[in-house]
T-cell receptor
Framework: NAGVTQTPKFQVLKTGQSMTLQCAQD?????MSWYRQDPGMGLRLIHY???????DQGEVPNGYNVSRSTTEDFPLRLLSAAPSQTSVYFC????????????FGQGTRLTVV | GQNIDQPTEMTATEGAIVQINCTYQ??????LFWYQQHAGEAPTFLSY????GLEEKGRFSSFLSRSKGYSYLLLKELQMKDSASYLC??????????????FGKGTKLSVIP
């Protein structure tokens, strides 16, 4: 099993550019989420999904969009990148509503210049 | 909401025992997780406490006291490879909104020879 796969691993964007961070899992997990991790801030929830077609906002959703058309995929879109979005992004999935461990992807290190 | 506090950094000696504390102020939660994160890598699951008491897994143990709003992770026979950040996280009660993890800022543990 590949687990949770994120692409790309590294990305540099110019301010105002758009891009999509990809996340795919092959464990048939219903729950998927996106976090950002900044120095001194810990992991903060951006958006999450409890199943295909269902998404909701987390703690820091502004500037990001998500969709969940399939169980496997949960892409994160930055519509107009800003330097404040420079961060490490982690996608995670879990088999149920969180009473078991979450599995994390390897992360995407994004720099916006 | 949830407010989770952990020490920012700790240093311990190889072969020793170290206790990493996590205190929280929350209106209620389903369980408390500990994750390990090596520099530049994804978080990985260590333990999950639902009931008060101690859960032991080899060299790692985790303790929870709901009445005191307190948890700790105990690492025995420290090894150099245990140098990492340790993240405390809670999952909310059923029906309490987001079914996703809320993380503390993490404790960076350095193991020295």
């Amino acid at each position: 099993n590949a687990g949770v796969t994120q692409t790309p691993k590294f990305q540099v964007l110019k301010t105002g550019q758009s891009m999509t961070l990809q996340c795919a899992q092959d464990m048939n997990h219903e729950y998927m989420s996106w976090y950002r991790q900044d120095p001194g801030m810990g992991l903060r929830l951006i958006h999450y999904s409890v199943g295909a077609g269902i998404t909701d906002q987390g703690e820091v959703p502004n500037g990001y969009n998500v969709s969940r058309s399939t169980t496997e995929d949960f892409p994160l879109r930055l519509l107009s990148a800003a330097p404040s979005q420079t961060s490490v992004y982690f996608c995670a999935s879990a088999p149920d509503r969180g009473r078991t461990e979450a599995f994390f992807g390897q992360g995407t290190r994004l720099t916006v210049v | 909401g949830q407010n989770i506090d952990q020490p920012t950094e700790m240093t311990a000696t190889e072969g020793a025992i170290v206790q990493i504390n996590c205190t929280y102020q929350t209106s209620g939660f389903n369980g408390l997780f500990w994750y390990q994160q090596h520099a530049g890598e994804a978080p990985t699951f260590l333990s999950y406490n639902v009931l008060d008491g101690l859960e032991e897994k080899g060299r790692f143990s985790s303790f929870l006291s709901r009445s005191k709003g307190y948890s700790y992770l105990l690492l025995k026979e420290l090894q150099m490879k245990d140098s990492a950040s340790y993240l405390c996280a809670v999952i909310p009660l059923p029906g309490a909104g987001s079914y996703q993890l809320t993380f503390g800022k993490g404790t960076k543990l350095s193991v020295i020879p």
